[in-house]
Nanobody, 120 residues
Framework: QVQLEESGGGLVQPGGSLRLACAAS????????MGWYRQAPGKQRELVAG???????NYADSVKGRFTISRDNAKNTVYLQMNSLKPEDTAVYYC??????????????WGQGTQVTVSA
């Protein structure tokens, strides 16, 4: 059974930091590439960051230098460290697991999402 459970969202002021975590079932984590996507109201879901089984990373241009994705194989968990947050980062963030090592398409398994709100 596919299980992805996100945590760590919340309200933060501009310039602040948050760390999202996504716990996955063991069978999923050891066989799938992992990513974080986000969807703001009225907008399409978009890639934030992805990390392959081999550890290669991929970031949206809008978050490069501010966000870092990582995976802890011992804990079956993928993280998204978000620094220097901006109001435009406000969205629901979704954890994703996929077979293909490309993050361009909206495919694979999804968590339930966690809200991130950046506001003064």
């Amino acid at each position: 059974q596919v299980q992805l459970e996100e945590s760590g969202g919340g309200l933060v002021q501009p310039g602040g930091s948050l760390r999202l975590a996504c716990a996955a079932s063991r069978s999923l984590f050891t066989n799938y590439h992992m990513g974080w996507y986000r969807q703001a109201p009225g907008k399409q879901r978009e890639l934030v960051a992805g990390i392959t089984l081999g550890g290669s990373t991929n970031y949206a241009d809008s978050v490069k230098g501010r966000f870092t994705i990582s995976r802890d194989n011992a804990k079956n968990t993928v993280y998204l460290q978000m620094n220097s947050l901006k109001p435009e980062d406000t969205a629901v963030y979704y954890c994703n697991a996929r077979i293909i090592p490309s993050f361009k398409s909206i495919t694979g398994y999804w968590g339930q999402g966690t809200q991130v709100t950046v506001s003064a």
